[in-house]
């Protein structure tokens, strides 16, 4: 069989019985996980609440790194982009699990009607270091990139990507609430430093430590 045609097969069959299985399962599912973690993953008006994002993040991230596994490390061989994709989402996913009590439904301020939204916070600690991770790990595929480098980057992408994933001790020490929409913007700009300053610091290491 071609391996293309497989590639096709292999997501159609995923996606209908990830259909399948959510249509039939997922009432049980959510009310397993609210014993689980003794939260609600529902609020009243039938919405999500941010314990409920939180708690979902890791699983539907677990999922699609399965659907994702064979096109490619199976088809491609491309395993260090699959591990920095996977470190990628979760990562942060589950770190905030770890903390769902800073990302739950509590952080929200009545003034702003925001608090430590799960997926604003996802995409910025994304945006600050997902990229020295996918370098990072690109790197450990070829043998005259010194392994020393790679890990370094990847420790960056690290660092970069969990600063955001502690605001609540980050409002402690500026003066912008970041439960609000100029709190967004403020992380988002911290993220955007976070990853210029991350990428300088390779570019210095790669050049005068390891002469690349």
Same mark, same amino acid.
Do not use: C
């Given at each position: 069989m071609d391996g293309h045609l497989a590639v096709m097969i292999f997501v159609g069959l995923y996606l209908v019985l990830g259909v399948i299985v959510l249509t039939v399962y997922i009432k049980p599912i959510e009310k397993k996980l609210e014993k689980m973690f003794n939260v609600k993953i529902k609020r009243p008006d039938d919405d999500y609440s941010y314990e409920g994002i939180v708690i979902w993040m890791p699983l539907v991230f677990g999922? +699609? +790194?399965?659907?994702?596994?064979?096109? &490619?490390?199976?088809?491609?061989?491309?395993?260090?982009?699959?591990?920095? &994709? %996977?470190?990628?989402?979760?990562?942060?996913?589950? *770190?905030?699990? *770890?903390?769902? $009590?800073?990302?739950?439904? %509590?952080?929200?301020?009545?003034?702003?009607?925001?608090?430590?939204?799960?997926? %604003?916070? *996802?995409?910025?600690?994304?945006?600050?270091?997902?990229?020295?991770? +996918?370098?990072?790990?690109?790197? !450990?595929?070829?043998?005259? &990139?010194?392994?020393?480098?790679?890990?370094?980057? +990847?420790?960056?992408?690290?660092? %970069?990507?969990?600063?955001? !994933?502690?605001?609540?001790? *980050?409002? $402690?020490a500026v003066s912008v609430d970041l439960r609000s929409r100029n709190g967004l913007r403020f992380m988002a700009v911290i993220a955007v430093i976070l990853f210029i300053v991350t990428h300088i610091i390779w570019i210095v290491v790669q050049s005068r430590v390891f002469g690349i």
């Open positions: 999922s +699609l +790194l399965l659907f994702m596994y064979y096109p &490619i490390v199976i088809s491609y061989g491309n395993f260090p982009a699959f591990l920095g &994709i %996977a470190v990628g989402f979760l990562y942060p996913s589950i *770190l905030m699990l *770890l903390r769902l $009590k800073t990302f739950g439904d %509590a952080s929200i301020q009545e003034s702003t009607g925001m608090g430590y939204h799960p997926g %604003a916070y *996802l995409f910025i600690s994304l945006g600050a270091g997902w990229f020295m991770i +996918l370098r990072g790990f690109s790197m !450990l595929n070829f043998p005259n &990139i010194p392994s020393e480098l790679a890990y370094i980057v +990847l420790g960056m992408g690290l660092i %970069a990507m969990t600063i955001p !994933l502690f605001p609540d001790y *980050l409002d $402690k």
